[in-house]
């Protein structure tokens, strides 16, 4: 595989649930990030891990919990979710945690809360 | 004021045409500047990089405006494959750290 998979590409829970969403990057890049696109909504950074460390948490609620086994992985473990919460959650990863560096995004997880 | 700032569109505009994007950015001490194009339903992807004395790219030219924090994208001779949103970014931090914020986006739909 290349680029920035993610898994699974669709996901309905309802608010009770514990669900993950994964993220693997075949690029050997150091820098990882979570965002979340809903609808009519710009693109909000959620995210981001540089050399398997968190470097930012914008004010995410704690019912969001990312974790970064390595460089290579990203996940974002969900529970107790509100509808709100439904939208396009999306993984990319550049080379360093650095602007000058292209971010390539997966494809997204749409996630519907019922 | 929003921290960057897009007209939604939709533009519709036939094939050929010249059609022109303008993005707007509130924080003064922003170092980088790109668009990224997203096709419906799928992931952003980087179209270009913007750089202070402006960039062409084949039928796209990114220009920058620091006195009016402004950048706007030209695309000459649209393609029926250039319909998308186009979505305009810029980094927060004076810093350059990787931390985006992305434009709601400005919708493209060219026509035969």
């Known amino acids: 595989e290349t680029g920035v998979t993610q898994t699974p590409r669709h996901l309905v829970m309802g608010m009770t649930n514990k669900k993950s969403l994964k993220c693997e990057q075949h690029?050997?890049?150091?820098?990882m990030y979570w965002y979340k696109q809903s609808a009519k909504k710009p693109l909000e950074l959620m995210f981001v891990?540089?050399?398997?460390?968190?470097?930012e948490n914008n004010s995410v609620p704690s019912r969001f919990s990312p974790e970064c086994p390595n460089s290579s992985h990203l996940f974002l473990h969900l529970h107790t979710l509100q509808p709100e919460d439904s939208a396009l959650y999306l993984c990319?990863?550049?080379?360093?945690?650095?602007?000058?560096?292209?971010?390539?995004f997966g494809p997204g997880t749409r996630l519907t809360v019922t | 004021r929003k921290e960057v700032e897009q007209d939604p569109g939709p533009f519709n505009v036939p094939e050929g045409a010249t059609v022109a994007f303008n993005c707007t950015y509130s924080n003064s001490a922003s170092q980088s500047f790109f668009w990224y194009r997203q096709d419906c339903r799928k992931e952003p992807k980087l179209l270009m990089s913007v750089y202070s004395s402006g960039n062409e790219d084949g039928r796209f030219t990114a220009q920058l405006n620091r006195a009016s924090q402004y950048i706007s994208l030209l695309i000459r001779d649209s393609k029926l494959s250039d319909s998308a949103t186009y979505l305009c970014v810029v980094n927060m931090a004076s810093s350059n750290t990787g931390k985006l914020i992305f434009g709601q986006g400005t919708t493209l739909q060219v026509k035969p």
């Open positions: 891990y540089s050399l398997e460390e968190r470097v």
């Open positions: 690029l050997g890049h150091n820098a």
């Open positions: 990319a990863s550049s080379q360093y945690w650095d602007s000058s560096y292209e971010q390539y």
